[in-house]
């Protein structure tokens, strides 16, 4: 069965960097395109950032632009996402999802903290 | 980017009603819309895509409708299960974009 697993969210202050990693199983992984999602404690969703299934185009919103790098190894089944200049806005769960448009297939997330 | 304007911001029913949820998109999205469902502390959940496919499992009783700016979610008897947030999400346009939620609540 598919399964998106998030890992790699902490408490880090604000200014810093961290890096969230997405394993993926149960699917041919560089079939697929991918997606970070984010939710700030008790707000909505955002759409954050997409990769295409080669990782040779990249969308970002406008929040992180220039600050959040979304990237995939396919070779691991695995998807990235390098988050630097971090604000205290960026804290909430992240979650990666399969493909582009709509998302059948999440992970459970995981929770960023930036606060000092 | 297109913003995605949900109403009304809580729903108050009680079981067994019709709850009909709004959708307002900033300009044209055609039919590239989503309806998500969602539970604390779980992620969403896929309801709808394509402004009216429901989405594998999904009970005959979620029903989505319109194009263009205006869409709507119909819950047509709720269920005690049903009680949740729920969320329209547009992928017409990049950057992909989210309404702000409305929260289905028991009266």
């Known amino acids: 069965q598919v399964q998106l697993v998030e890992s790699g969210g902490v408490l880090v202050k604000p200014g810093g960097s961290l890096r969230l990693s997405c394993a993926a199983s149960?699917?041919?992984?560089?079939?697929?395109?991918m997606t970070w999602i984010r939710q700030a404690p008790g707000k909505g969703l955002e759409w954050l950032s997409y990769?295409?299934?080669?990782?040779?185009?990249?969308y970002y919103a406008d929040s992180v632009k220039g600050r959040f790098t979304i990237s995939r190894d396919n070779a691991k089944n695995s998807l990235y996402l390098q988050m630097n200049s971090l604000r205290a806005e960026d804290t909430a769960v992240y979650y990666c999802a399969r493909e582009s448009s709509w998302y059948y297939y999440w992970g459970q997330g995981t929770l960023v903290t930036v606060s000092s | 980017e297109i913003v995605m304007t949900q109403s009304p911001a809580i729903l108050s029913v009680s079981p067994g009603e019709r709850a009909t949820l709004s959708c307002r998109a900033s300009q044209s999205v055609s039919s590239n819309l989503a309806w998500y469902q969602q539970k604390p502390g779980q992620a969403p959940r896929l309801l709808i895509y394509g402004a009216s496919t429901r989405a594998t499992g999904i009970p005959a009783r979620f029903s989505g409708r319109g194009s263009g700016t205006e869409f709507t979610l119909t819950i047509s008897s709720l269920q005690s299960e049903d009680f949740a947030v729920y969320y329209c999400h547009q992928y017409n346009n990049w950057p992909l974009t989210f309404g702000g939620g409305t929260k289905v609540e028991i009266k």
């Open positions: 990769i295409s299934s080669s990782g040779s185009t990249v």
């Open positions: 149960g699917f041919t992984f560089s079939d697929y395109y």
